[in-house]
């Protein structure tokens, strides 16, 4: 992981897919991408936006919000419930 060479602290990552996608240190923009990112996905009918925003904002959002970090969990928990196989 990248460092900041004054603070000495980590920069924060979210993993997605298998990529590691780097977020801002401070935590106001992190928060101002994430609900941007939930915002414009919830108008995905237009061109260049699309909801695929939205989760990826929920992602950003959980690195700092047990809240959002909750709701992510419980849904991935129901969304692998639903789709298991029965057999």
Do not use: C
């Amino acid at each position: 992981m990248d460092k900041q060479p004054d603070s000495g602290r980590p920069n924060p990552r979210i993993r997605l897919l298998g990529r590691e996608i780097a977020l801002p240190q401070s935590r106001a923009p992190r928060i101002a991408i994430g609900l941007g990112l939930v915002l414009l996905g919830s108008v995905g009918f237009l061109p260049v936006l699309g909801f695929w925003m939205i989760p990826l904002g929920l992602f950003v959002l959980a690195h700092d919000s047990p809240t959002v970090r909750r709701f992510n969990r419980r849904s991935g928990v129901w969304v692998r419930r639903k789709f298991q196989k029965k057999g």
